[in-house]
């Protein structure tokens, strides 16, 4: 659907330590309170305690510390956390070290951390080696990446525990990737930090036993054999589980790391999407391109794809559907009764010239309200409105709480909008390339037709809840739906007012909730199939469908009361986007949620690269949607604005 | 879906005997070998009698057809036919003497040679190129045996090189180095006919093999050209088929008996070993002037056992009883609970382009598990929904997507103007008065004649309906906001009175109007006036009475005949209407008035040198409307239209009399400036002020083919299109537009300054309705039939 690069970012903050920790030396001192009931864990020449790896940060649960996201400066990439968070924005490590050896040394420490709830397991079930996939796992460790393992210092052998002290950040690609850099820039907000827990992991070792860490676990940058290896796996699974002379701790705590951004900060328009707006106008204090705006909004002005065959002749109708019922009698007659020439040709618009008219932040509120313009006679319009994250994310629980305009009307009928919550890819080229397909490949365009070119890798994913009124396409029995011809003849009102068929009416008031991967037809999942195939997830069947071989994305409905979703004050929707599973799931609150569609690895590809979050109220052409009963060309120009309020987004 | 083809079936057996003829090796035990070598053999007689297999199929279909009687709606119609033997050509580099079918010369492709000998045809020089659809191209073709994927290519080109359409047909034969005959069809589409494009044709040799060509013959088609009024015909294309009752398309019927019904009594039951259901056969031209491009349908299917798999499906056969196509949806077991109605769906999409009218299509449900099973319900769709009425709008989006749209004079889209409903308390029935049910039906059919005939403060207009057997008058009391009786003795006064034609207007200048009644063949004229004055708090009746009435000339030198026609218009400009009578035969015309003496005088008289000009007032292909139209002028204007008879254009002229030479000045409307229907002979016209300016204008309806209302005002430059009238406040979405048919009663029934319409909307239960004479109207819950009135305050 719709393709976009990220924006540049400034590196602002980059060397914030050289002023904020010059006097916090590497340090060993005596544990004055040494805790009796912190199990020490010893080996042949030491053994350490009292493992904190986030001392400064307090405590939410017996196991887990929680923080968020900080939004502010962010688009250079998240650090967890910021100064704004804590004093000088690092996360203060200690641990106790007991040196039991016959002599006064130094010892060496690295600290580890890895995202715990969106990795692929270390070791592989079946191969009992490392998992192909665990270097794509968010780990990290000193942001210094020339920083091997550090020296304590002198620490006697007094048989008392000193305690050692250090302090680490969580920041973004976190191994310096080449493929995320640019001109030698680290450009961190390209594989920025995952959102949920992270764990910690601490190694101490001797100078001897040193020797026997291979390079590239004591520098994550490096690679081994053209593959980063995971220091989880070799400390916790491999040949680093047996070091005679090394401490492996994994913390008992988990760090929390959610997302939750201020939609009361204002929204940026970017020079992508508005180009060259000829109307500034709108442009405010919460809306535009201010300086302030840039380091602080957490959204930016969404402009869709438009292409050409969106391009229709609408009847020269423009009323509320909602508000005044536009009814089946109505859409059958303006569908039989309006010559061609009647007819208004346009194209589904956009706010491209207009930027900041159609979205608004509300800082007092915390809310971005959203709205689909109204029309005048010789302004007819159909105009697509939404808001995009700036700040791309691989993996999380993207939950929204919205009150997105309702759908349809008392009768049933569709007012032409889809709402619709989206993940889309950062783009960027290579270095946001999705993992290789390597059967076949991808199709190479997201637009392309059957005859597209198949590469082993791009940068286009997308993920979608699409809101609309749409039939099922599964099972195969049921579609399409038969819908009778019409006759133009005024004179037999049973001629030209058919009636929808059975599987319409008797779904009159529900809208079809679409959860869609787009898979880009990769045929490498073992189940990768086309036509309609069930999926079983917690006991529900759902029906996956897919035109052919080369359609690119795979597809589950469900359908749903338009008055649940839309009429309620507000209703929450999430894509939970897992390495290996894409949950969609959409309630009336965080813990009443339910599951409206389910993928995993084995049927398609899931993306394993950067996203965005996009929130729309956009008009389709309906030739997208075989069987939709309602055509785009044969509904209304709205008569009145159409909004859509969004309250929260959390992420984690 | 799935498809019958032979060739796929035969080509999966072969390559399954040649994986097993791969697998089975001298090392393989000698049990397996024998196992395997009776499944090649098993696979190996399937392959061999699967033509057979294929030919039950299709004497299943034959059978299915045998007992249809056969229409002719149109057959192919050769346009032209050439043939080239490659004999004569001198400049063709692919020619060879090598081989040839016949003659001495054939196209040779080669590795060298990837296209071949190429045949050019300018659309324009086949015969009736408009009515092109398919292409036939027969060709000798002598192919060596590695070669695979030959082809023939039709490409359609314009003239500035742009292709507009290309496509290929195998050159397939099973048969290797001798001369095989190779036929094939290209379907063309109606945007590739252009009378300046060209057609190419050439074999391509994608594989650069050996392969040679010989006499091509080119069969261009087009379908029969079929009555002209077909074409503006509009075919139900939606069956149901519930079994019930013998339907004259359903053929093989015997399983057709009562028991388990979806809907009814009855249903189809199909056996274990029969292959087809009942199927319903319909020769396209039945229902569509082209051949369809789709068909739909659904069944509901009870399976008797588990097991069940049947397939949806069309067929097509010619005239021959040859299969063409067939296509279908398949649904299995999982999807066909035991001892269930479960409904299945299905979309064929149709080789149209090289289908006939004349070709037959079948839809039926394949028994393809061959287990028992019920089939109810069959519901059909042939072909797309109709394409919209009219031409492309000329709009472009560009234009509006940039807020440039400025509207053209009497080219839509036009501004909306919107009446809005007044409660008249009537409960929105059919009757006018309110909680009355027994009086006061107005209907459509009656005639209603509309003035200011009883006198009250506010001058507001009464209507007076004239009904088959009845005739009654009602006014409208705004403060009541209702509608009263205003009837005498109405019926009595009337009896024995035959006017045919009928005006209203204050001609004895008393203050309140009069009904003029002319008789033309009986040459005889009456003028009624009412009595009384008003009153809606007793309710007093309004009494009739003839206050003139003659007979013969009755007005000043003139003869009436029954070319005559009648308007009334203050053409004078004295404010007050005079009636016109022209002779539509001769352009003659007389304004008149009634005079204090109680005689009609002329006001004005025609002569030889100012007559009208009198196609303008044929009855039979004019319209006249009058007004006082223009706020700066002093008199009325008279709008007349005429249709062209040649090129079936509306032309109009404005007729603005001059009161010092007492003479009509004609004024020709420019064409240009009054470009699509104002008003024609077909339209009802209503002249009052509706909208919120001083001067008057007019509502055009036109019903011809839907209710089309517009509202019509004069400038300088003559008449134009200012809005189209839509209604709102109507109960539920019972718009009046909807309405089967509707009447429109325009007066100044709230306001002296603007006027109302009052609006009947019926539907009507006859079969063949033709929007004007209903003999029963049927009262649909959907759209209840009413009166009600609307007005733009």
């Known amino acids: ?652 | 879906m799935f498809f019958h083809s032979p060739l796929l079936i035969v080509f999966f057996s072969i390559s399954i005997l040649f994986i097993i003829g791969m697998i089975i090796r001298p090392a393989t035990k000698k049990k397996t070998r024998i196992t395997l070598s009776f499944l090649l053999i098993l696979l190996g007689l399937s392959a061999v009698f699967y033509p057979k297999i294929k030919n039950s199929f299709a004497s299943q279909n034959t059978h299915l057809f045998a007992d249809l009687k056969k229409k002719t709606y149109s057959s192919r119609l050769p346009l032209g036919t050439e043939f080239f033997n490659i004999e004569n050509e001198t400049n063709d580099k692919s020619l060879t003497s090598e081989k040839a079918f016949s003659g001495t010369k054939s196209s040779k492709l080669s590795k060298e040679m990837e296209y071949g000998y190429t045949v050019l045809k300018k659309m324009k020089d086949i015969p009736s190129y408009e009515k092109l659809k398919t292409i036939q191209v027969e060709l000798k073709c002598w192919m060596e045996p590695d070669v695979n994927d030959a082809e023939y290519v039709l490409s359609i080109d314009a003239p500035d090189g742009k292709n507009i359409s290309w496509a290929f047909k195998p050159i397939a034969s099973s048969k290797r180095n001798e001369w095989v005959t190779i036929r094939m069809t290209f379907g063309v589409k109606p945007e590739a006919i252009n009378p300046e494009y060209t057609l190419k044709f050439y074999p391509w040799n994608k594989e650069k093999k050996n392969f040679y060509i010989d006499d091509i013959s080119i069969t261009y088609n087009g379908n029969k050209a079929i009555d002209s009024t077909v074409g503006l015909q509009r075919f139900n294309t939606n069956f149901f088929y519930d079994f019930e009752t013998p339907q004259p398309d359903v053929i093989n019927t015997q399983g057709i008996e009562e028991g388990i019904a979806h809907s009814g009594k009855t249903s189809c039951s199909i056996g274990s070993e029969q292959l087809h259901s009942p199927a319903v056969v319909k020769q396209i031209g039945e229902f569509c002037t082209e051949p369809v491009k789709k068909v739909c349908a659904s069944v509901w299917v009870y399976p008797l056992v588990d097991s069940a798999v049947v397939a949806l499906e069309a067929i097509i056969v010619n005239e021959k009883q040859d299969t063409l196509f067939s296509e279908g949806q398949i649904i299995n077991g999982k999807l066909l609970p035991k001892n269930k109605w479960t409904k299945i769906n299905c979309l064929v999409k149709l080789p149209y382009e090289e289908l006939s009218l004349d070709d037959f299509i079948a839809v039926d449900l394949l028994n393809k598990g061959k287990t028992e099973l019920l089939m109810d319900d069959l519901e059909i769709v042939y072909g797309e929904e109709n394409d919209r009425r009219g031409n492309n709008s000329g709009m472009d989006p560009d234009v509006i997507y940039n807020k440039q749209f400025s509207a053209e004079r009497n080219k839509p889209p036009f501004i909306p103007f919107l009446f809005n409903k007044k409660e008249i308390g009537n409960n929105n029935s059919t009757y006018l008065l309110p909680g009355i049910s027994n009086t006061a039906d107005f209907a459509p059919a009656d005639e209603f004649m509309v003035g200011d005939f009883g006198a009250d403060k506010e001058h507001l207009d009464e209507v007076l309906q004239i009904s088959k057997n009845d005739i009654a008058l009602y006014g409208y009391c705004s403060g009541q906001s209702k509608f009263i009786s205003l009837t005498g003795n109405l019926n009595t006064f009337f009896s024995g009175k035959n006017y045919p034609d009928k005006m209203v207007a204050d001609f004895d200048n008393n203050g309140t109007d009069d009904l003029l009644m002319i008789n033309k063949k009986e040459k005889k004229a009456e003028m009624i006036s009412f009595t009384s004055e008003v009153n809606c708090t007793s309710g007093n009746k309004l009494t009739p009475v003839s206050s003139w009435k003659g007979t013969g000339d009755v007005f000043t030198n003139w003869a009436l005949s029954e070319n005559d026609q009648f308007i009334t218009a203050d053409f004078s400009g004295d404010r007050k209407k005079d009636l016109l009578i022209v002779n539509a035969a001769n352009g003659e015309w007389g304004i008149y008035q009634f005079s204090a003496d109680k005689k009609w005088s002329a006001y004005a008289r025609s002569n030889a040198s100012n007559k009208l000009d009198p196609t303008f007032f044929d009855i039979n292909n004019s319209k006249t409307v009058a007004g006082h139209f223009y706020s700066d002028k002093q008199n009325d204007i008279l709008f007349a239209s005429r249709m062209n008879k040649t090129d079936k254009k509306q032309e109009y002229a404005a007729f603005e009399f001059n009161i010092a030479h007492k003479s009509f000045e004609q004024q020709q409307i420019d064409p240009e400036v009054a470009t699509g229907l104002l008003f024609g002979k077909d339209n009802s016209c209503f002249v009052g002020n509706f909208d919120d300016d001083p001067q008057q204008e007019f509502l055009s309806l036109n019903s011809s083919w839907r209710f089309d209302l517009k509202l019509v005002d004069a400038d300088a430059q003559g008449l134009y299109i200012a809005n189209t009238v839509d209604f709102k406040g109507y109960p539920a979405d019972h718009n009046p537009k909807y309405y089967e048919f509707v009447k429109l009663v325009a007066g100044n029934f709230i306001s002296r300054e603007n006027t109302a319409l009052l609006v009947m909307m019926r539907n009507c239960s006859d079969s063949n309705f033709n929007g004007i004479d209903c003999s029963e109207y049927e009262n649909s819950t959907a759209l209840p039939n009413s009166t009600q009135l609307y007005f733009i305050k």
Not at chain 1, 337 to 349: A, N
């Open chain 1, 1 to 652: 659907m719709k393709m976009f690069t990220h924006k540049n970012c400034f590196f602002a903050c980059r060397l914030f330590f050289c002023f904020a920790f010059a006097a916090f030396l590497l340090q060993s001192c005596k544990t004055k309170d040494p805790q009796p009931e912190a199990a020490a864990l010893s080996c042949n020449d030491f053994c350490i305690q009292n493992f904190n790896p986030v001392a400064n940060w307090q405590t939410d649960s017996a196991k887990q510390k929680t923080i968020f996201l900080d939004y502010v400066n962010s688009v250079d990439g998240f650090t967890i956390p910021t100064v704004k968070q804590v004093k000088d924005g690092v996360f203060f490590l200690s641990f106790d070290l007991k040196n039991t050896s016959a002599s006064t040394k130094k010892f060496y420490y690295k600290i580890y951390y890895q995202n715990e709830s969106y990795k692929f397991p270390e070791q592989d079930d079946s191969t009992h080696k490392e998992h192909p996939f665990a270097e794509e796992n968010f780990y990290g460790s000193w942001e210094d990446i020339t920083q091997s393992f550090k020296q304590t210092e002198q620490i006697p052998a007094d048989n008392t525990f000193h305690q050692v002290k250090d302090y680490f950040r969580i920041v973004g690609n976190p191994r310096a990737e080449e493929r995320y850099s640019e001109n030698g820039q680290n450009n961190r907000w390209k594989r920025n930090p995952r959102v949920g827990n992270y764990s910690f992991l601490l190694v101490v070792s001797t100078e001897e036993d040193l020797k026997n860490i291979p390079t590239y676990i004591q520098n994550i940058h490096q690679k081994n054999k053209d593959h980063f290896a995971n220091p989880y796996y070799y400390f916790l699974f491999d040949a680093g589980k047996d070091l005679k002379s090394s401490v492996v701790q994994k913390s008992d705590y988990t760090l929390k790391v959610t997302a939750q951004p201020n939609l009361g900060s204002g929204v940026y328009i970017s020079d992508y999407f508005f180009p060259n707006p000829a109307d500034k106008s709108s442009y405010c204090s919460s809306c535009g391109q201010s300086p302030e705006l840039f380091q602080s909004a957490p959204f930016q002005q969404f402009i869709d794809y438009v292409d050409a065959s969106t391009k229709m002749y609408n009847i020269p109708v423009i009323g509320d559907v909602i508000k005044d019922n536009y009814s089946k009698l109505d859409y059958n007659w303006n569908k039989n009764f309006y010559q061609k020439d009647e007819l208004i040709p346009t194209y589904i618009r956009t706010a491209k010239d207009h930027p900041c008219q159609t979205v608004f932040s509300d800082s007092a509120n915390k809310k971005i309200v959203i709205k689909n313009p109204k029309t005048t006679f010789g302004d007819w319009k159909k105009e697509s409105v939404g808001i995009i994250t700036r700040q791309g994310l691989t993996y999380g629980k993207y939950r929204v709480k919205v009150k997105m305009t309702e759908l349809l009307n008392k009768n049933g009928v569709w007012n032409g909008l889809t709402n619709a919550i989206w993940l889309i890819t950062q783009g960027g080229g290579k270095w946001n390339y999705r993992r290789n397909c390597n059967n076949e490949g991808y199709m190479e365009t997201y637009w392309g037709g059957r005859d597209d070119k198949r590469v082993p890798a791009i940068d286009y994913s997308e993920i979608d809840f699409e809101i609309l009124k749409t039939p099922p396409y599964c099972p195969e029995n049921t579609f399409p739906p038969i819908y009778k011809n019409p006759l133009d003849n005024s004179r037999d009102l049973k001629k030209w007012n058919v009636p929808f068929p059975d599987e319409i009416v008797n779904n009159n008031d529900d809208i079809t909730v679409a959860c869609t991967n787009w898979d880009m037809a990769c045929r490498e999942p073992k189940k990768f199939g086309v036509g309609c195939n069930p999926l079983t997830y917690e006991g529900n069947t759902f029906y996956t469908h897919r035109w052919d071989h080369w359609y690119r994305a795979l597809t589950e409905k469900k359908l749903e009361s338009d008055d649940e979703l839309f009429q309620s004050n507000y209703f929450y929707f999430e894509i939970d986007w897992r390495p290996t599973e894409i949950i969609w799931r959409i309630g009336p609150e965080p813990d009443k949620m339910r599951v409206v569609g389910y993928m995993n690895d084995e049927i398609t590809s899931i993306p394993n690269n950067q996203m965005l979050l996009i929130i729309t109220q956009e008009y389709h052409n309906t030739k997208w949607w075989p069987g939709a009963p309602y055509s785009q060309d044969n509904i209304p120009f709205p008569l009145n604005d159409i909004f859509g309020e969004v309250y929260d987004l959390t992420i984690e």
